[in-house]
């Protein structure tokens, strides 16, 4: 399986950015969905994840600022992200796995994309 992830980008703190994620699995519609973040000197994080029923979780930072949705038919998962502070700042990677259970731990998922770059200013 290939992820590839797009939609990176510098804006400044409050704005928003849509990251993009497409697949070339043929399970697509199976897996769940996550995306991860990591910033320089940090480890991987995950962000949020959406099950193939569209079941979403996300991580206590987030705060309702930040939406996943996925398109089975597109074999695409989204990241809208909303109120982006500078902490946010980090490369932002898709990962996929199988099952539904939406999991936060890296080594769950099996395919990871290429990372976009997120960058917000103060």
């Known amino acids: 399986v290939q992820l590839q992830a797009s939609g990176g980008g510098s804006v400044q703190a409050g704005g928003s950015l849509r990251l993009s994620c497409h697949s070339s699995?043929?399970?697509?519609?199976?897996?769940?969905m996550s995306w991860f973040r990591q910033a320089p000197g940090k480890e991987r994080e995950f962000v949020g994840g959406i099950s193939w029923i569209g079941f979403a979780d996300y991580a206590d930072f987030v705060m309702g600022r930040f939406t996943i949705s996925r398109d089975n038919v597109g074999k695409t998962v989204a990241l809208e992200m909303n109120k982006l502070k500078p902490e946010d700042s980090a490369v932002y990677y898709c990962?996929?796995?199988?099952?539904?259970?939406?999991?936060?731990?890296?080594?769950?998922?099996?395919?990871w994309g290429q990372g976009t770059l997120v960058t917000v200013s103060s």
């Open positions: 990962a996929s796995k199988k099952g539904s259970n939406v999991l936060q731990e890296t080594s769950s998922y099996s395919d």
């Open positions: 699995g043929d399970s697509f519609s199976l897996n769940t």
